[in-house]
Structure formats: C-alpha cells, structure tokens
Nanobody
Framework: QVQLVESGGGLVQPGGSLRLSCATS????????MEWYRQTPGKQRELVAS???????NYADSVKGRFTISRDNAKNTVYLQMNSLKPEDTAVYYC?????????WGQGTQVTVSS
C-alpha cells in the first residue's frame, strides 16, 4: 500500500534550522509532484513548497529564501530544509504526493519554534 512517512520535526530555537524528510513507498515516486503543507490549530492547511517531477520548485511567500524543497528519486524521498526559523513557522508539517487526480498524504510531523 501507499505510505508517506514524515520525519525530522522537533523543537528548535528561533533562527535555527531543521530538515524534514518524507519517505514514500508504494508509488512511482519519480512521476509525482511532491508538496509540503503546514497546519496550525483552527487554520486551513497551507501550501509551503512544491517540487515537480522535473524539479521545478515553488514556495509560499512567507518561506521564500528560508526554506528549500528537494527530492531524491533514488531514495523515493522529498526533503524540506528550513533555515532561519521563526515562531510563526510552528505547525504540523505534512507531505503530499500528487499526480493527475490522485493524491496521498503523510501523517505529519510537528515543528515547534520557541525559545
């Protein structure tokens, strides 16, 4: 079956860095657009970054210049490098695999930015 498993979340001080990983199985990873979303209580899930099968990337304005999305097709894994973290980046981060009308979600990983 399809699995997307996020890891790498945790508690970090403002200005710090984290790298999230999303390991996938059960899909032909190389054809999927991969996306990172985040969600805080009471708010809608927000698209943070995306990367197409061809490697084109897109970012929310709030994270441009601080976050970098990348993928390793040999490892069926997508990453989100997060630098210069701010308290407002605190959220549960989810990865999503998207291809045509099909999509799959991971279970999420908590990121907390606090001193």
């Amino acid at each position: 079956q399809v699995q997307l498993v996020e890891s790498g979340g945790g508690l970090v001080q403002p200005g710090g860095s984290l790298r999230l990983s999303c390991a996938t199985s059960g899909i032909i990873f190389g054809i999927y657009t991969m996306e990172w979303y985040r969600q805080t209580p009471g708010k809608q899930r927000e698209l943070v970054a995306s990367i197409t099968s061809g490697g084109s990337t897109n970012y929310a304005d709030s994270v441009k210049g601080r976050f970098t999305i990348s993928r390793d097709n040999a490892k069926n894994t997508v990453y989100l490098q997060m630098n210069s973290l701010k308290p407002e980046d605190t959220a549960v981060y989810y990865c999503k695999a998207l291809w045509l009308g099909t999509h799959y979600w991971g279970q999420g990983t908590q990121v907390t930015v606090s001193s």
